[in-house]
């Protein structure tokens, strides 16, 4: 359990629960859906095409950029929230609307959001077709912001072709990206972190993968995009058992866990420096792993193993079972 973000506010069994909970009643209403809630994108089949669609937030990342004054790279995340999970279920993406809640008029805010999601949007090669925008005093501190982004597939990607003796690639972070920012504000207001210090490594925006994943798609098995819950979002890809071997992390990983945060929980909230993992043959691996390193660090992690669970050597040479 993730008792320390927990106590910031975030209780990721319950969320885990609602979750769940949403899927079931949701379900009722399906009559074309290919893929239905709980992987990384729900997929409709719509004539003869089947689309992907997915809905994320920034989170509580907005609340450091109002903070700074660094409001441009939390456009970029709310792209790269979403289109990172449609290539996960192996979609192509094309086309995203956002929203943006304001507390009340904030000229350089919007200007600053929409800049940034046009970055974003030109990184993953995405059209942005519209939006909406509402001021709400009452409701909203600061601001929120969220897009949803649909994807077309060609070849679904779900996991289910994962067996043991496959390889686990992980491809590097940009840093925290958009996740885990709760337990992250909770230690700069307990003055563990320095927000003065440590803003520009905190406002990095989360690395968009589309571009390369999208390269390889043909090549590999399933892919995850670890984000909140970290590494058990593996668990939706395969019930095989994980074996991980996990590189050294950047400096901030190791600056969040000296101001408190327990080396276990680490790797169940954060991503620890990889930011897509990836599942292949052994056949095709090197091939694959060629391939992405011309757009940055491609880790070997581990392999699928016959059993069940999720094992985790840390950077500490610690082993985790998550």
Request: charged letters at 25%; one cysteine or more; a neutral charge.
């Amino acid at each position: 359990m993730s008792e320390e973000y927990k106590k910031a506010g975030v209780d990721l069994e319950r969320l885990r629960n609602y979750h769940n909970a949403i899927s079931q009643i949701i379900s009722s209403t399906y009559k074309n859906t290919i893929v239905g809630a709980g992987h990384y994108s729900g997929v409709i089949k719509i004539g003869n095409l089947n689309i992907a669609m997915h809905t994320d937030s920034v989170g509580t990342k907005t609340s450091l950029a109002l903070q700074t004054g660094i409001i441009k790279p939390v456009g970029i995340d709310c792209v790269a929230m979403n289109v990172n999970d449609l290539i996960c279920v192996g979609a192509k993406p094309v086309a995203l609307v956002d929203y943006i809640a304001l507390e009340k008029p904030m000229d350089n805010v919007i200007n600053e959001i929409i800049n940034g999601i046009v970055q974003g949007a030109k990184d993953a090669d995405v059209e942005v077709i519209g939006g909406e925008t509402a001021i709400m005093p009452d409701v909203i501190r600061g601001f929120d912001l969220s897009c949803t982004a649909i994807g077309v597939v060609d070849n679904l990607k779900t996991g289910v072709d994962i067996k043991p003796g496959d390889y686990i690639l992980g491809l590097e972070s940009n840093g925290i990206h958009s996740n885990g920012y709760s337990l992250v504000r909770k230690l700069i207001e307990e003055g563990k972190i320095s927000l003065d210090e440590y803003k520009r490594e905190l406002l990095k925006p989360t690395r968009i993968y589309a571009k390369q994943v999208l390269e390889v798609m043909n090549m590999i098995k399933g892919a995850a995009h670890i984000t909140g819950g970290a590494f058990t979002k593996l668990k939706r890809l395969t019930s095989y058992k994980i074996v991980l071997n996990m590189p050294e992390p950047p400096e901030i990983f190791k600056i969040i866990e000296k101001a408190g945060v327990p080396h276990e929980e680490m790797y169940k909230v954060f991503n620890m420096g990889i930011g897509i993992v990836l599942f292949i043959s052994e056949e095709l691996m090197k091939e694959v792993k060629t391939k992405l390193e011309r757009y940055g660090t491609v880790y070997e992690l581990g392999r699928v193993y016959n059993g069940n669970g999720i094992t985790i050597k840390t950077y500490k040479n610690e082993i985790l079972r998550v």
